[in-house]
């Protein structure tokens, strides 16, 4: 059960992080984002509340959105968990 809570844990930096990236690139609604880079507004919702597993594509997708690799967007999450 540990893990399952770890893993939750996992998704919602991730997501939180994703929110955070289209906010800094200038997108305060999730509509507008996903409007603009053709991207499934529901299932993007979910991915940016940590209720969604993203798989890798998605997410490699939207990191070339944010101009950053996946070591990239993975630094920048544990940098922040590290702040915690």
Do not use: C
């Not at 399952?4 to 200038?26: D, Y």
């Amino acid at each position: 059960m540990k893990s399952t809570k770890s893993f939750k844990k996992i998704l919602v930096n991730l997501g939180e992080k994703l929110a955070e990236l289209r906010v800094k690139k200038g997108y305060e609604t999730l509509k507008e984002f996903t409007v603009k880079y053709d991207l499934p507004q529901i299932q993007y919702w979910r991915i940016e509340k940590g209720k969604a597993n993203v798989t890798l594509k998605t997410l490699v997708k939207v990191l070339a959105i944010h101009n950053l690799t996946l070591q990239g967007f993975f630094s920048l999450v544990i940098e922040d968990e590290r702040n915690i």
